[in-house]
């Protein structure tokens, strides 16, 4: 089945470090792949989305780029801010009727001032 | 515009009761899905709507859990007998169909306690 699989956490950079983090996935055919982002009391949201391979997603300057050839999607943001102190969750999906989220483990990151 | 929501924020059960959770999705999404989120874990896939029918509960862990959607818009999640590793937040979320339904708007979650 489908997988996907984040570095180990957390993660703690003093802020404006430049900031990684891995994911890799498993997966049959051509999915799309997420980031998102739950910041400190609220709910999931889209960070960037990449639909095909090669495809960079980009956002908050945060980026990642859809890897086929890794199968990997790491996030990375050349630096970061105290306000980036969230967990960040890696995810693959599809559409049509089957698109379900697999989502994995997430990341938690804090960032020092 | 109003986001997904959901209700109850949290709720305390007892082993065996049974409960009830509540999605609203934003309008006119006609997908809508619920994920399971254990502590340290990211969210688990339990049940799928494209309108008013279930188009994969491929994710429901067993029989005593149960949703429905009956007019293509509010969701209910029911779980009978609760157990006590039934204690989770249960996310739910909302988006539209085809391509642009990729992108999925989760609610704030029901925190799920069985003692």
């Known amino acids: 089945g489908n997988s996907v699989t984040q570095m180990e956490g957390p993660v703690t950079l003093s802020e404006e470090a430049f900031l990684t983090i891995n994911c890799t996935y498993t997966?049959?055919?051509?999915?799309?792949l997420f980031w998102y982002v739950q910041y400190p009391g609220e709910g999931l949201q889209l960070l960037l989305k990449?639909?095909?391979?090669?495809d960079k997603g980009s956002n908050k300057g945060f980026e990642a780029t859809y890897r086929k050839e890794t199968t990997s999607f790491h996030l990375e943001k050349g630096s970061v801010q105290v306000s980036d102190s969230a967990v960040y969750f890696c995810?693959?999906?599809?559409?049509?009727?089957?698109?379900?989220?697999?989502f994995g483990k997430g990341i938690t990151l804090s960032v020092r001032p | 515009g109003a986001g997904v929501s959901q209700t109850p924020s949290n709720k305390v059960t007892e082993k065996g009761k049974y409960v009830e959770l509540r999605c609203d999705p934003i309008?006119?999404?006609?997908?809508l899905y619920w994920y399971r989120q254990s502590l340290g874990q990211g969210p688990e896939f339990l049940i799928y709507?494209?309108?008013?029918?279930?188009?994969?509960d491929s994710g429901l862990p067993n029989d005593r859990f149960f949703a429905v959607r009956p007019e293509g818009s509010v969701s209910t999640l029911k779980i009978q007998r609760t157990e006590r590793g039934d204690s989770a937040v249960y996310l739910c979320?909302?988006?539209?169909?085809?391509?642009?339904?990729?992108?999925?708007?989760f609610g704030p979650g029901t925190r799920l306690l069985v003692l």
């Open positions: 979320a909302s988006s539209l169909a085809g391509l642009a339904g990729q992108t999925q708007y």
């Open positions: 997966a049959t055919g051509y999915p799309s």
């Open positions: 990449a639909t095909k391979a090669d």
């Open positions: 995810a693959l999906g599809y559409t049509g009727a089957n698109s379900k989220l697999t």
């Open positions: 309008s006119g999404h006609t997908a």
């Open positions: 709507f494209q309108g008013t029918g279930a188009a994969d």
